[in-house]
C-alpha cells in the first residue's frame, strides 16, 4: 500500500499523506520538475511508499482540546518529531498511515 498520494490541481503537485489518526491529513505542494525557488514547494524524493520532503513540515492540529503544533522532518515514510514540537511528540519517529 502507499503512503503518500500524487495529484495535480490548477497546474500545482500536491502530495497527500497521514502523520496518524490525531494529526490527520497533509496537503504540500510539492516539486516534480524544476526547482523549488520562487514555489513555496517543497522538494520531494519522488516515493509514495516512502516519501522524503525537505524543508521541514509544521501543521497545526486539533487534538480534540485544543489547537496544537507538530514540527517534523519526514525522511523516507517516517516523521522525525523535532524538540519544539507542542502536541507531545518531540523526539518521536512516527511511521506515515497507508494511504487507502
Known sequence: MMKAKLHTVDG?????????????I?????????TRQGT????WNGS?????????????YYNGK?????????NDGV???????KDGNAGKNIELIEMT
Open 40 to 43: 513555496n514547494a517543497w522538494n
Open 48 to 60: 509514495l511508499d516512502k516519501p522524503t520532503l525537505k524543508p521541514s513540515i509544521r501543521t497545526r
Open 66 to 74: 485544543e489547537m496544537t503544533e507538530i514540527h517534523y522532518w519526514l
Open 26 to 34: 497533509t496537503q504540500l505542494p510539492v516539486i516534480t520538475k524544476g
Open 12 to 24: 500545482i503537485d500536491y502530495l497527500t499523506f497521514k502523520v496518524n489518526e490525531e494529526v490527520g
Open 79 to 85: 516523521c522525525q518529531c523535532l524538540s519544539d514540537c
